[in-house]
């Protein structure tokens, strides 16, 4: 199952565990860790294969969220962040 019709996924899967609790009762969540990817079938079918890489013990205790980005939004947003993070850097100096 590894061969894939493109290089890269439809989706990518991250998981965040449940932390605690703010002061209104709403869940706090630590930060996001990516777990695995949703691939594209073979043939034009629609749908995707998830495919993940662990499977975090809190997910089995329903004591998390899963969070699923579009490819090309997990890949803007983390050249943002490497670019917010060489500004921050290079502002330091």
Known sequence: MTNRTQ??????VSFSRITGQDAKGRDELARPKEIGAIWPRKGG?????????????ELTQRQGVIFI??????QIAENQATLDARAEIGGAA
Do not use: E, F, S
């Open 45 to 57: 079918k629609t749908g995707g294969i998830l495919q993940l890489d662990i499977i975090p013990i």
């Open 69 to 74: 980005v579009p490819y090309a939004d997990a």
């Open 7 to 12: 290089n890269h996924p439809l989706y990518r």
